[in-house]
């Protein structure tokens, strides 16, 4: 700490100065240091770092020392600390370390206020880079205790740490080394690897290389192998070793196996690797499985088959033979080899009706296993010949069949039965193909539920166990012709117009018709008059003619055959077409009539002109006028039109509507409309015209159009816009020119002027237009005139005239006194460089565009006095005593005075001491003065 003073004043030394005396205090010890007096420079060294000293200096002569200078505190720079910090840990996980680190046990050794402390760690094995943290001090407390948390550890890793603690000059010496070992958790790797050494077709062995050093997550204490058998043996078997090798035995022979290896460490069982390997095949020890026939013919035997047991195969079966012996010689006739993905087999060229022995076995790699075997003889042949003189004789519905059978050198077997076959000649194909079995001893059947006149063809053959035998020649037999069973069929009715209806149908099902169809029968009846009329026809579209419109017709079809004639079709309910409504209405007759409606009603027509079904009324409006004309519909036979134009001309016609259209419209009915008030009010030009106090309003006429009614008379409404007051009612006709002359108004006024027109029925909307009269001179003076006097000036405050005296906008202000004019645009003036204590007179106007209004009364004002404006002459001071000084001075000059002099002050203070300034007050008619005590 360097240090300098000044020496004591020479009067206060009391003597020669020899040496200087430095008071050090710090932590509650003083130390005294006596310095040369012929310096007052001093610099002390040796000092602590970081810490507080307390000085003081004191001066000696050669009597002793003097009295001590006031203190001064000085702190020493901070350095860097000289101890390392505590640091202990207080918790870990598998993943994180959590430290306390405290200050040295000597905080004298900090040297400094504490920045950080700094943490280095590093992994002893494993993630051995090194890593650092910075822990900043407790924000309210610099020496407290302070916690860090390491994060992002590796499981089961012992980590060296150490601290060193900084102030601002740098940091200090590290603590020792503290070890630290993280939780282990269980392996995240699986063993490495694995090598199967021996392989036998019961037993084999594997090795593995352990999990990798980085996913240990601490010490592995030894491994679990399981496995079990892919199909057969599926029981999972577990084991645990100490050990990376593993010998199985009591395995199944041939059989495809998964095993599992994973490691442990105390936390636990980390992944699994697995693989999959066969032990090696033997012989398989069982047959193929479900061995049978699928089919068997006269020539030919099919066989099926499965896999052998799982437990039985030993291996991959990879194929099958299969042989074929004669049941009652033993004598090898077949063989076939076939892959182990077939299980189906077809053995040809055999003999009917012969007994075999068959055989099957399954092979492997290593070879065949045992055999399976099914005996089966092949089946007899079917019939050689057919049934002869096959005939037939026919009702309506039924067929009478005979035949003579077989001969006994046809048979081929025994005869099971008969098998007669028939359908129908196309084109109605009713009986496709019908199949009928009779019993073999049978040479006669007959065939019911026949249709009536059908062509059909028949054949009849014969059956052993094996099939059937060849047909016999085709007969063919017709039924007899009955009544149609059925209408015709596809009845389409359609409407051509009012007065035609067109038929059309096909014939009844050819099933159906039980003959030839000769003609058709339609039958038409009306709904008018229930009367039933026949027409024959032999064509299957029929046009009926001469209908009455809008009518409702029954109609019905059938057809006949030799025989008769068949049922009619459902009935065919049908109405014709509408036709255009064949009169008018009439009798038009007005109800009620206003401005804008009417109402009015009229006669219907008869029902038996409508020719169809009413719709609505159709009445036409026309403007006799515009000669526009617009429509509108109506459900009654009395309504009302609306929204038409007052004091206008119009007809009205009405037509009936249906859906065919519009029939002809009624003789007109002519009115015309009432008046009624004016739609719209005059249009008002702008104003062109206007003084200080007049104005003309012009306007235009109403539109004829907007009229409703011939015009009367105009009005004009005249009234101030700002307080709505009316000031003006003005009428004029609708034959003089359109305008209004306005009088008396006052000057720069806004005004709003409202006109409307009036007709019999009323007066029209109102139009209106805003004016301004011109300005004019104020008609009033300032008001609120306010003077304050000072001594040389006066300040005045006024306020423009009365609103209603303004006459528009104020644009000076003019002050008039004595004979001097000023102007100004604001509402305060100053008028400068007058005399103190002099009465003067003002008078203020205002003005406008237009020119000056007229003074305010003349008021007086007297100005202030003021301060004197020079000081006392020729002052002069004469030492009486030690303590006293006479003053003397002359009067202030009277045109310096402004005013009654009241008194004067005399200001005083010593120049080496006594430097307080003092005062003392004498009277005006003094010029001197005593100050004492000095």
């Given amino acids: 700490i360097s240090l300098s003073w000044f020496a004591p004043s020479r009067e206060s030394r009391n003597g020669v100065l020899e040496y200087y005396t430095i008071l050090i205090n710090v932590t509650s010890t003083t130390t005294q240091l006596n310095v040369t007096a012929s310096s007052t420079f001093y610099t002390l060294t040796g000092l602590k770092p970081y810490t507080a000293y307390t000085l003081s200096v004191a001066a000696a002569t050669s009597v002793g020392r003097g009295p001590y200078s006031q203190t001064t505190t000085v702190t020493t720079h901070e350095s860097t600390p000289t101890q390392p910090p505590l640091l202990s840990v207080t918790s870990k996980t598998h993943s994180t370390i959590s430290l306390t680190l405290r200050p040295p046990t000597d905080t004298d050794t900090l040297n400094g206020v504490i920045t950080d402390y700094l943490v280095t760690y590093t992994g002893v094995s494993v993630d051995t880079s090194t890593r650092t943290a910075r822990v900043m001090p407790s924000s309210t407390d610099n020496l407290s205790a302070v916690s860090e948390t390491l994060i992002g550890l590796q499981e089961g890793v012992t980590y060296s740490i150490r601290a060193a603690v900084s102030t601002s000059e740098g940091t200090g010496p590290n603590s020792d080394l503290t070890s630290v070992t993280t939780d282990e958790i269980a392996p ?5 690897n694995i090598v199967f050494i021996s392989v036998l077709n019961s037993s084999l062995s594997f090795q593995w290389d352990t999990v990798v050093l980085s996913e240990q997550n601490g010490v592995i204490t030894g491994y679990r192998v399981s496995y079990k058998g892919v ?12 050990t990376t090798s593993v010998t199985l035995n009591n395995l199944r022979e041939g059989t495809v196996y998964i095993f599992y290896t994973c490691a442990m460490n105390s936390e636990g069982e980390g992944p699994c690797i697995s693989v999959t390997q066969s032990t090696l095949e033997i012989l398989p020890s069982g047959a193929p499985t479900m061995f049978k026939v699928e089919n068997r013919a006269t020539t030919s035997l099919s066989f099926s088959w499965l896999l052998p047991l799982i437990a039985e195969r030993h291996g991959i079966i990879t194929g099958f033979y299969l042989v074929v012996d004669d049941y009652v010689t033993g004598e090898q006739l077949s063989q076939a080899d076939v892959g182990g993905t077939t299980f189906f087999h077809q053995f040809t060229g055999l003999e009917e009706n012969r007994r075999y022995s068959i055989s099957i076995s399954a092979r492997n790699s290593i070879g065949y296993g045992p055999y399976a075997q099914l005996f089966v003889a092949t089946t007899e042949t079917i019939p050689g010949g057919a049934p002869t003189n096959f005939t037939g004789v026919a009702t309506t519905t039924t067929i009478a069949l005979s035949w003579v059978g077989l001969p006994a050198d046809q048979h081929n077997g025994q005869l099971t039965n008969y098998e007669i076959t028939y359908f129908n000649q196309a084109p109605f194909l009713l009986h496709t193909h019908v199949d009928v079995n009779i019993s073999a001893t049978a040479l006669q059947y007959t065939l019911t539920g026949l249709e009536e006149y ?8 014969a059956y052993t166990s094996v099939g059937p035998g060849p047909y016999s020649s085709e007969i063919s037999v017709r039924t007899l012709e009955a009544l149609p069973s059925s209408a015709p069929a596809d009845l389409q009715v359609s409407v051509l117009s009012a007065t035609q209806i067109q038929l059309m149908y096909e014939y009844p099902l050819a099933v159906n018709q039980n003959g030839e169809i000769t003609g058709f029968d339609i039958s038409l009846t009306s709904a008018t008059d229930s009367i039933q009329h026949i027409i024959s026809t032999t064509v299957t579209s029929y046009t009926l003619s001469s209908l009455h419109p809008y009518t409702t017709y029954s109609i019905q079809v059938r057809a006949n055959n030799s025989i008769g004639a068949g049922p009619y079709t459902a009935v065919n309910i049908v109405t014709t077409n509408q ?34 079904e009413f719709l609505t009324y159709t009445i036409l409006v026309t403007n006799t006028l515009t000669t526009v004309t617009f429509s509108q519909s109506s459900l009654y036979s009395q309504t009302s039109i609306t929204d038409l134009t007052p004091y206008t001309q119009y007809s009205l016609s009405v037509a009936v509507v249906n859906t065919q259209g519009t029939g002809p419209y009624s003789s007109p009915l002519n009115f015309s409309t009432n008046q009624y008030p004016p739609s719209q009010g005059p249009h008002i030009l702008p104003i062109q015209h206007i003084t200080n106090n007049t104005a003309l309003v012009q306007f235009t006429h109403i539109p004829v159009s907007l009229q409703n009614g011939p015009i009367t008379s105009y009005s004009l409404t005249l009234y101030t816009t700002a307080d709505s007051l009316v000031v003006i009612s003005l009428t004029n006709s609708p034959t003089t020119t359109p305008s209004f002359k306005l009088t008396g108004l006052l000057p720069y006024r806004e005004y709003t002027a409202l006109i409307t027109g009036t007709n019999t029925a009323g007066i029209s909307p109102s139009t209106s237009i805003n004016f ?23 300040l005045l405050l006024y306020q ?16 008039q006194f004595g004979d001097s004019t000023f102007t100004t645009n604001t509402t305060q003036y100053t008028v400068w460089n007058l005399e103190e204590l002099t009465q003067y007179n003002f008078s203020i106007a205002a003005s406008t565009s237009i020119g000056r209004g007229p003074y305010s009364e003349v008021f007086s004002v007297t100005t202030l006095s003021a301060p004197p404006t020079a000081a006392p002459q020729n002052v002069t001071g004469t030492a009486v005593s030690y303590h006293s000084i006479l003053v003397s001075w002359d009067h202030i000059p009277a045109n310096h005075q402004n005013g009654v002099i009241l008194s004067y002050i005399v200001h005083y203070q010593g120049q080496e001491h006594d430097t307080d300034e003092g005062k003392k007050t004498v009277d005006a008619t003094s010029t001197n003065a005593i100050i004492t005590p000095l």
């Fill in 188 to 192: 995240t790797g699986t063993p490495q």
């Fill in 231 to 242: 199909l057969i043996d599926t029981e999972l078997k577990n084991m645990t070793l100490t």
């Fill in 454 to 461: 059908v062509s059909y063809h028949l054949t009849i053959r």
């Fill in 579 to 612: 036709a255009l409504p064949a009169d008018a209405p009439t009798q038009l007759t007005i109800l009620q009539l206003t401005h804008n409606s009417v109402n009015f009603s009229w006669y219907q027509i008869d029902s038996s002109s409508l020719n169809g």
């Fill in 772 to 794: 301004v009269t011109s300005e004019y001179l104020p008609s009033g003076p300032p008001t609120s005139i306010l003077a304050t006097p000072y001594s040389t000036y006066v």
């Fill in 800 to 815: 423009p005239p009365e609103a209603s005296l303004q006459n528009g906008i104020i644009t000076e202000f003019w002050i």
